[in-house]
């Protein structure tokens, strides 16, 4: 998503087929518009099977040409390859998204899943709104919330890697936790033999959050960490968090535990 004032910009859509290394579609789009001195402002590109799609933003202000210049261009450059081109202006005068790419997504491994992004401001006000409404109670739906979000990846990695052991799993579950932004994972301990984990983490996203109000502890981390081993186990486990950076710690610390 961009906005700079007094630009023309325009997003093209570009599905072709991939059929690597003789044909690179990023490649000829990008030389595409170098030809005609235009920058790239924005470029993402995926893959889906053997389709690519390209999505590019260029700024046309000043430059004289027009959309369906561009298409014909790239109709031209692509060939038998290309399957698709679209374009569309910006919906608001100097701002452009990418239209076309509903819903976004998030690739876990060897799945993608629609996914949404808020800023953390949006969940401090969701914290501190439910803090005033729901006192203590709000710890709890924050916890449960977490601990849906760990047991869900949890069981994505235990279908995703079938047949590999509990560690790998447990590793896969822990590093999606930092992959999806919740924080960073610094280091953890998992010991098997007498069932207890220890997670380390620092940028915990709820602190940054919370920072200012008066909740105590991070509910979504220990929920999150709680939900992945309870799933991996198939076992009710609990979280104590023993060390917290809002209380001047240097790490968040979660140790995790069967539940009595
Ligand atoms: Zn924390």
Redesign the pocket.
């Known amino acids: 998503m961009r906005y700079a004032e007094g630009k023309d910009f325009v997003g093209f859509e570009v599905t072709s087929r991939l059929k690597l290394p003789e044909f690179s579609s990023t490649a000829v789009l990008v030389r595409i518009f170098n030809e005609e001195n235009i920058r790239l402002t924005a470029m993402s590109r995926h893959t889906w099977e053997d389709e690519i799609v390209d999505f590019v933003i260029v700024d046309l202000a000043g430059t004289g040409k027009t959309p369906e210049y561009f298409v014909q261009k790239i109709q031209e450059r692509f060939g038998g390859h290309l399957i698709d081109v679209r374009w569309a202006e910006a919906p608001a005068e100097g701002f452009i998204y990418d239209m076309f790419a509903f819903p976004l997504i998030a690739r876990l491994g060897v799945d993608d899943v629609p996914v949404v992004i808020f800023p953390v401001t949006s969940l401090r006000s969701l914290i501190e709104g439910m803090i005033k409404e729901y006192g203590d109670q709000s710890f709890f739906i924050l916890w449960e919330l977490g601990f849906n979000i760990g047991s869900s990846y949890a069981e994505h990695w235990i279908s995703a890697m079938k047949g590999k052991s509990m560690r790998n799993k447990l590793e896969a579950a822990v590093r999606t936790v930092q992959a999806l932004g919740w924080?960073v994972v610094d280091s953890y301990d998992a010991d098997f033999e007498n069932d207890i984990y220890i997670f380390r983490?620092t940028h915990?996203?709820?602190?940054e959050a919370a920072k200012h109000t008066t909740e105590q502890?991070?509910s979504l981390?220990s929920g999150i960490f709680t939900g992945i081993v309870s799933k991996l186990r198939n076992q009710a486990y609990k979280a104590t968090?023993i060390c917290?950076?809002?209380k001047g710690d240097e790490f968040?610390i979660f140790k995790v535990e069967r539940s009595p």
């Open positions: 924080c983490v915990c996203l709820e602190c502890g991070c981390l968090e917290c950076t809002r968040c």
